[in-house]
T-cell receptor, first 112, second 114 residues
Framework: SQQGEEDPQALSIQEGENATMNCSYK?????LQWYRQNSGRGLVHLIL?????REKHSGRLRVTLDTSKKSSSLLITASRAADTASYFC????????????FGTGTRLQVFP | GAGVSQTPSNKVTEKGKYVELRCDPI?????LYWYRQSLGQGPEFLIY????????DSGLPNDRFFAVRPEGSVSTLKIQRTERGDSAVYLC????????????FGSGTRLTVV
C-alpha cells in the first residue's frame, strides 16, 4: 500500500521556472525523504528531512515539512532540462519496522 | 562495492518458470530492501533484511516469492511458478542501518513474464 500521495501527478514547465511538488502522508513519521527516478530504473536519494525540522535546503532544492498537516513540498528552483524525471516522497513507518513507504510520484517535464 | 549492483538488468522468462534476481549491496550496509515497481507507480515494498535475517517480509505478495541473504551481504529474490502479473522492475536498495538514512538503489531488474 502507498503511504504518500504526490500532487500533481504530472507537471510540465519551461527551463528556468520553478517546480513545486507536494506530498501528503497518512501516519506519524520520524523522517520524510525525496527521491528522483530517471527512465523508470534506480532511484536517487535527494534529501531527508526529520520530523522536528520544518525546512531543508540542498543546492537548488528546498523541502518543507508540515507535520500538523502531514504534508511536504519539494521546490526545484531555476529548473533545467536535466531535472526531467519522476519524483517520489517516502516516509518511514514508526513502530512498524524500519522501512520506507513510497508515494505515487510526480512526473516532471522541463522543456528547453 | 561503490554502489548497489543488480543482476541481471533484464530477464525474460516463460510463465511457470523459476527465476532468481541478485542484489549486491554497498559493503558494510546492514539494511537491504527489495521493492517492486509497476509502470507509472511508486516502488512497492516487498521485504527488508537487517543483517542475515528478514526483519519484515510483509510485502511479499504470496508464497511464490522468497528472498535470502545468507551471509549478510548479497541477497537473492526467488520467484517460483512465475505469472504474467509478476512482470515489473524489481529494485534493491541498501542503507547503513535502516530508514533513518537515505537508501542507495540499484538500477533494477526488469522482469518480463511471457
Amino acid at each position: 500500500s502507498q503511504q504518500g500521495e504526490e500532487d500533481p501527478q504530472a507537471l510540465s514547465i519551461q527551463e528556468g521556472e520553478n517546480a513545486t511538488m507536494n506530498c501528503s502522508y497518512k501516519t506519524s513519521i520520524n523522517n520524510l525523504q525525496w527521491y528522483r527516478q530517471n527512465s523508470g530504473r534506480g532511484l536517487v536519494h535527494l534529501i531527508l528531512i526529520r520530523s522536528n525540522e520544518r525546512e531543508k535546503h540542498s543546492g537548488r532544492l528546498r523541502v518543507t515539512l508540515d507535520t500538523s498537516k502531514k504534508s511536504s513540498s519539494l521546490l526545484i528552483t531555476a529548473s533545467r532540462a536535466a531535472d526531467t524525471a519522476s519524483y517520489f516522497c517516502a516516509t518511514d513507518v514508526p513502530y512498524n519496522t524500519d522501512k520506507l513507504i513510497f508515494g505515487t510520484g510526480t512526473r516532471l517535464q522541463v522543456f528547453p | 562495492g561503490a554502489g548497489v549492483s543488480q543482476t541481471p538488468s533484464n530477464k525474460v522468462t516463460e510463465k511457470g518458470k523459476y527465476v532468481e534476481l541478485r542484489c549486491d549491496p554497498i559493503s558494510g550496509h546492514t539494511a537491504l530492501y527489495w521493492y517492486r515497481q509497476s509502470l507509472g507507480q511508486g516502488p512497492e515494498f516487498l521485504i527488508y533484511f537487517q543483517g542475515t535475517g528478514a526483519a519484515d517480509d510483509s510485502g511479499l505478495p504470496n508464497d511464490r516469492f522468497f528472498a535470502v541473504r545468507p551471509e549478510g551481504s548479497v541477497s537473492t529474490l526467488k520467484i517460483q511458478r512465475t505469472e504474467r502479473g509478476d512482470s515489473a522492475v524489481y529494485l534493491c536498495a541498501s542503507s547503513p542501518t535502516g530508514a533513518n538514512y537515505g537508501y542507495t538503489f540499484g538500477s533494477g531488474t526488469r522482469l518480463t513474464v511471457v
